[in-house]
């Protein structure tokens, strides 16, 4: 079954900092470009980094460059975000899907921030 699992997530203080993974089944993250993407209440879902399948390279939004982190360890078939310095702001909930082609979407995992 082709599945994507996201986990990680909780409650942190603003400053604070979580490292969330998503774990694939079905399909290898080799094969694809990966993404995070969050989806805050009552907003649209957005991208907030990705990593190349060809290189490595990664890209971030201007916003979040420096304070996260995306990595792969293609023999747990695992992508990892880590986040930094994390803001109210940054509360959402958290996926993690490939960017080209059709994989369903995981659940998520739940960031909150307290200030």
């Known amino acids: 079954e082709v599945q994507l699992v996201e986990s990680g997530g909780g409650l942190v203080q603003a400053g604070g900092s979580l490292r969330l993974s998503c774990a694939a089944s079905?399909?290898?993250?080799?094969?694809?470009?990966i993404g995070w993407f969050r989806q805050a209440p009552g907003k649209e879902r957005e991208g907030v980094s990705c990593?190349?399948?060809?290189?490595?390279?990664?890209y971030y939004p201007d916003s979040l460059k420096g304070r996260f982190t995306i990595s792969i360890d293609n023999a747990k078939n695992t992508v990892y975000l880590q986040m930094n310095s994390l803001k109210p702001e940054d509360a959402a909930v958290y996926y993690c899907?490939?960017?080209?082609?059709?994989?369903?979407w995981g659940p998520g995992t739940r960031v909150t921030v307290s200030s």
């Open positions: 990593i190349s399948d060809t290189d490595g390279s990664t």
């Open positions: 899907n490939v960017l080209t082609g059709y994989i369903p």
């Open positions: 079905g399909f290898t993250f080799d094969d694809y470009a």
